[in-house]
């Protein structure tokens, strides 16, 4: 039998297709330019070119890519963009405890605004304690009889974090009474870490500020709370976390930088606290234009109103970012996300030239800020 033949028909009989305009013609003809490339295996052999594959592909793979050549932006500007990292949700559990280290040792980042949990959980393993494999399937009531918490899919120690708890708060004990900052208290307690791993130990060691804007909502704060109790007790001053300094010193990093950018790593506190040092900036007289460069990476979705999901265009109309600003958003899980950016940005080495911020404190006034 001879094999058949397939013919592709110009015009099907019977069928009476519209006519386009010539103009409607270029149109379309123009928008059928830039095609959709696939993604050839056969090319890739790092994260970097996997990244570059992805901004030619579509979906959220194209946002993947798009947000890693966002952050080149930011890392060439000969402006030299100070960059905030907005971290928020079980980073750590997730497995990016040294992804986000290396971040911040590489020079990607020049201020850290995080959740008091990933702070925590990062502390938690510079003592030796451990993010064990765990299943969503787990006997919650069980676990709970073995004192061990359960992330998702991850296993955690109470009785470790009752040890690590009572440590910050002894730690608490050794400090001058008074009110702290949370960049302040957390700047002490990198100090005392040895482990290079460390996400606080490395931020402390280059003088990266980190701001915990909910640091009370976390381990830490129960710590500190079990210190304030003691000091009740015995009728004596002890550490306070003063929150609103926190928006004093961030705003003034925003206010002393010749332009600022943002990454952010999820939602929370973390990134409407970033923003909003952006809106603060009036305080010291001055309109910034909001952020020149900005992504996320998320799976919060914009349309149920919450802050976590909402776009960076919508920050715009806040002035949080600029209007000519460029961004990008990719609705993907950070375990999956962000390894994926960060590696391709570090692949390119494009942050290498960047200098590091010096901030010279006197509390609570930052008075200066200037690369070395």
Known sequence: MAKAKFRLIDKPKGYNFPTLSSEQQAE???????????????????????????AGASIQARNVGR???????????????????????????????????????????????????????????????????????????????????????????????WRLDCSIGAFADELQPGRYSSREFLQKLGETIDDPNSILG?????????????????S????????????????KEGVVIDSIRDNYELTQVVVKSPC??????????????????????????????????????????????????????????????SKKATHCMAFVEPSVSLPLIAGSALEKGTCKKRKRIAYEWETPILKSLKTM
């Open 28 to 54: 379309k003809s123009r928008l059928f330019e830039n095609k959709v490339k696939q993604i050839d295996l056969e090319r890739i052999n790092s994260i970097e070119d996997l990244v570059g594959a992805y």
């Open 260 to 321: 600022t950018s943002a990454i952010y790593v999820a939602g929370g506190v973390p990134k409407n606290f970033i923003n909003d040092s952006v809106v603060m900036a009036y305080i010291f007289g001055m309109d910034t234009g909001g952020h020149r460069y900005a992504i996320q990476v998320t799976t919060d979705s914009p349309h149920w109103g919450g802050l976590s999901g909402s776009t960076l265009s919508e920050a715009t109309s806040w002035g949080k970012v």
């Open 220 to 235: 830490i704060g129960i710590g500190l709370t079990e210190h304030y109790h003691r000091c009740v007790q015995e009728g």
């Open 202 to 218: 490395t931020a402390a060691r280059h003088g990266v500020p980190v701001f915990s804007p909910a640091l009370n909502d976390s």
């Open 67 to 161: 947000c890693a050549e966002v952050v080149d932006l930011m890392m060439t500007d000969k402006d030299r963009p100070t960059v905030f990292l907005g971290l928020a949700g079980p980073l750590i559990a997730a497995g990016l405890r040294k992804v986000i280290r290396d971040m911040i040792e590489q020079k990607m980042v020049d201020v850290v605004v995080s959740t008091g949990a990933i702070i925590y959980q990062d502390f938690y393993q510079v003592h030796g304690f451990a993010h064990a494999v765990g299943t969503p399937d787990a006997d919650d009531r069980h676990l709970r009889d073995l004192y061990i918490d359960r992330i998702y899919d991850t296993y955690v120690d109470e009785e470790d974090f």
